[in-house]
């Protein structure tokens, strides 16, 4: 498809053309960059009204595709990397809470290094369950004796 050359026309239509306006060359360059680089060629695009019978061209301009071939016409990659930092991010801090109720997160220089209970020492009480220090004999939360 190469030395083909696209075209791509917008109308920007209503009264309140200040703002549309705006929103309409942005859309009309999005297309136009998803475009070249979709055919491998040129693409001219321009925007225009027709208000009052009468025909004024806003914008005008060519995309040559080797100077947008690695443009983000929508910035579609930022909102992805934005989403999956957002997303790794909360599947740490859930990690994080689930080793702090497991009791199984020990920081070693600045480390975070999973580590079982039996690893640390600490025994279950045979009453309660509770994971007590190895270091008590007796258990900590309703006081039996260690065996």
């Known amino acids: 498809m190469r030395g083909m050359l696209c075209v791509v026309e917008a ?12 929103k309409v ?3 009309a360059r999005s297309y136009a960059t998803f475009l070249c680089q979709e055919t491998h060629s040129d693409v ?3 925007c225009f009204d ?3 019978g009468m025909i004024a061209l806003h914008c005008f ?3 040559r595709y080797e100077d947008v071939k690695d443009d983000d016409p929508r910035g579609k990659d930022k909102v992805r990397r934005k ?5 790794k991010r909360k599947e740490k801090e859930r990690e994080k809470e689930n080793d702090k109720k497991r009791g199984t997160a020990v920081r070693e220089g600045g480390k975070t290094k ?3 209970r039996e690893e640390r020492g600490e025994w279950p009480c045979r009453q309660c369950t509770y994971q007590n220090p190895p270091s ?3 258990c900590e939360v309703c006081g039996s004796v260690k065996k």
């Open 114 to 116: 999973r580590v079982r």
């Open 136 to 138: 008590f004999l007796a």
């Open 44 to 46: 001219a695009a321009y």
């Open 61 to 63: 301009g060519v995309l």
């Open 25 to 27: 060359e942005e859309q």
């Open 50 to 52: 027709d208000q009052g």
């Open 83 to 87: 989403k999956k930092k957002k997303k």
């Open 11 to 22: 109308k920007i239509m209503g009264t309140k053309a200040g703002g549309k306006r705006a």
